[in-house]
Structures are given as structure tokens and as C-alpha cells.
């Protein structure tokens, strides 16, 4: 996701959602820092995106366009997400 932001980070707003399943706040900011994320982490204290979207395992990955409309949502990405965020950005 990170190369992902950084090729297309200026046209797609990137924020990565940790739901909170039994980790501490510290786990979080060093899982960030350690990887050097640039974008935004969002953390869901009371699970919402879970039952929002579905979510069975994490990592889950969804991809909503500027209309709202989720238009992927899987446990991987594939391999060529490029290809799919340049017909989202036409």
C-alpha cells in the first residue's frame, strides 16, 4: 500500500484502519514507525468498519470511490491494483 500512496498518494486518499482486536496503542504506532506508513492510520476502537463492510480476517483491503461506492474489498490485493486505481481515477 505504501508504493501504492506513493505513486498515486497526490490523485487517492490513503488512510489504513486498525480495529482495535486486543492490541495496545504503543503495538500500533511502532507497527507504523517501524514501516514508515505515510499515510493516515485511522484506529477503530469499537469495531465499526468490521461490521460495516463485513470484515472476516484482517488484513482487509477496500478500495471506495469518490461516490461512495466500494468498488474491492479482499484479504489481498492484486497484483495489478495499478491497473484497477487507474479506471477508478478516469
Known sequence: MEKLKEK???RIEFI???????EKMEKIETYV???????????DTESHMI????VLATPTHIIIDRSGMVRYI?????GDIEKHMDELLR
Open 33 to 43: 514507525k517501524e514501516r514508515k506508513l505515510t499515510y493516515t492510520i485511522a484506529v
Open 74 to 78: 479482499a484479504a489481498s490485493i492484486p
Open 51 to 54: 461490521r460495516s463492510f463485513g
Open 16 to 22: 489504513g484502519v486498525d480495529v482495535w482486536i486486543n
Open 8 to 10: 498515486l498518494g497526490d
